[in-house]
Nanobody, 121 residues
Framework: VQLQASGGGLVQAGSSLRLSCAAS????????MGWFRQAPGKEREFVAA????????VYADSVKGRFTISRDNAKNTMYLQMSSLKPEDTAVYYC???????????????WGQGTQVTVSS
């Protein structure tokens, strides 16, 4: 299984970005897939998660109302639409799949390589 995260970049505060996470190999995960992020000098933190059907989503309080997680199973791809970006959203964003524990703390069996998001003030 491979997860390929993409879509990061350098944007100004208030801007939007859409991250993508494409899955190859095994593409069916019956439980949650999610996004995490890690800022320099900080621990990795949960951002959002979504079930296979897309019927259930979970968000960290820090991104609720600004970020939207979705998935297109026909394309084996999960997305994170980020709006109203803030400098504190600057981090490397990772996608994860195949949850084996808590949605927020994991563990998840598979991880993407990460994509850098930098928000300037």
């Amino acid at each position: 299984v491979q997860l390929q995260a993409s879509g990061g970049g350098l944007v100004q505060a208030g801007s939007s970005l859409r991250l993508s996470c494409a899955a190859s190999g095994r593409t069916f995960f019956s439980n949650y897939m999610g996004w995490f992020r890690q800022a320099p000098g900080k621990e990795r933190e949960f951002v959002a998660a979504i079930t296979w059907s897309g019927g259930s989503t979970v968000y960290a309080d820090s991104v609720k109302g600004r970020f939207t997680i979705s998935r297109d199973n026909a394309k084996n791809t999960m997305y994170l639409q980020m709006s109203s970006l803030k400098p504190e959203d600057t981090a490397v964003y990772y996608c994860a799949a195949d949850l084996r524990g808590s949605v927020v703390s994991g563990p998840y069996n598979y991880w993407g390589q990460g994509t850098q998001v930098t928000v300037s003030s």
